[in-house]
């Protein structure tokens, strides 16, 4: 086991394991923010899998999840805006927390893998990665209802 798939199953085991359990129970709002964080975190790692067992099928793996992972929790946070208005989710610290671990791993790889076209790949998926995270996290919290009344 090399440092890479340690990282991966410390991520996973710490990062994936708590979101899934927080996807499980709690209320509505703990569980959109769980499931928004949950891919924020799987995707760093399949980055991380990719590059200890050198396999580059996984960024593709990590970049259709960085590309479909927030377009869910949009889907949800419009389905469930009425249920939401009523308690809105706030997870500033985790969301920021995920969006630091996703840029440090991209930034990690990056540095592994060198000057290459998959180092575009690998920063494709960590725009998506952050920038998603990011906007996902602000509409489950109200941003796209209040938008609305503007």
Known sequence: MNGWV???AVVLTAGVGTTLWGVATGPLRR?????NLSTALACPVLLLLAQGYDRPAYVD???VLALLGPVGTLVFARLLAGELAADPPCARGPTWASAALGGGVVVAVCVAVGPSRALVKLLVVGVLLIGGNLVASRALSGGAEEARHD
């Open 31 to 35: 569980r959109a923010v769980a499931q």
């Open 6 to 8: 340690l990282a991966a």
């Open 61 to 63: 793996l990590a970049l």
